[in-house]
């Protein structure tokens, strides 16, 4: 009897506080989206596998639930707004309706959760900028970021450093992601990527590797001024993914609830080329 009263790992229901609790959060970012200009998308909850395929690595797809529905199709339930967001608006994409600014919510279901204990079901909510490749549109985007959480703070860099010297040698993403330098790191790269690696690496040093990412983001910091709650830290190196330039993620008091970052290429794999920049937050992690 007992195991018939459980659920599974990592999903349970919400009650009335709950519930309540969720409206709320969710009724605020909705009222800041509109006040900004954005417009709402409804996406599907399951969508076909084959059109993702060159843009979800091993580690991604594994987090998806696949099965074969009854035309024999492979699918899978939704595990990630961005790209079904560019799939969506590709077909629709013309240059005299750009740029577009629209906003997303529901349930993103995973595999694993992303720590021991967390939800596998999770309730997103997620704003986007299509069309516009501006440094303009990166500060937008992070200002409104900043403007929908109590005691923001935001820590940004370039992802284009990164894959810049590892387009130089392939050795260079063994290290950043070790965190540790290793002995196939060439001669020529060992200062730059230990700095990195140490956090000493300022927007001078990684210049001359990659020109276009530092002036951008010396940009972006000129626009932000002095306020504290932006951060850059060249040494906050993760899988990039689909993104290509800016990323930066979002915390309130000390805890991460969202991220976000441009791709520039993403609405490409659709058939549409546009610059794209957005961010997710996840409902649960909010008060």
Do not use: W
Not at 186 to 195: M, N, Y
């Amino acid at each position: 009897m007992a195991a018939k009263l459980r659920y599974p790992t990592g999903v349970h229901p919400l009650l009335a506080e709950e519930t309540a609790r969720r409206r709320r959060i969710e009724a605020r970012f909705v009222d800041a989206f509109a006040a900004a200009g954005f417009e709402e998308v409804v996406l599907p909850i399951i969508d076909y596998v084959e059109p993702y395929a060159s843009l979800v690595d091993s580690a991604a797809a594994k987090q998806s639930y696949r099965f074969v529905d009854r035309e024999g199709d492979l699918v899978a339930i939704r595990a990630d707004f961005t790209p079904m967001v560019a799939r969506a608006l590709a077909p629709s994409i013309a240059d005299g309706n750009l740029p577009l600014r629209i906003y997303y919510r529901g349930d993103v279901i995973r595999v694993e959760a992303s720590r021991l204990g967390a939800n596998r079901e999770l309730f997103q909510i997620g704003a986007e900028i299509v069309g516009d490749d501006s440094v303009d549109a990166d500060v937008a985007m992070l200002r409104l970021a900043s403007e929908l959480v109590p005691n923001p703070s935001i820590v940004y860099n370039d992802v284009s450093i990164a894959s810049a010297l590892i387009a130089q040698s392939d050795a260079v993403r063994e290290a950043l992601a070790a965190k540790r330098m290793t002995s196939g790191v060439p001669a020529a790269l060992r200062t730059i990527v230990g700095k990195l690696i140490s956090g000493e690496a300022t927007i001078d040093d990684v210049a001359p590797f990659a020109p276009e990412a530092a002036a951008r983001l010396c940009a972006i910091a000129d626009a932000a001024g002095a306020d504290s709650i932006f951060s850059l830290h060249l040494d906050d190196i993760e899988d990039s993914g689909y993104y290509t330039g800016l990323r930066f993620r979002v915390y309130t008091n000390g805890s991460k609830v969202a991220q976000g970052g441009r791709y520039d290429t993403l609405y490409e794999r659709f058939g549409r080329r546009a610059a794209a920049i957005g961010f997710t937050f996840t409902i649960d992690d909010l008060d």
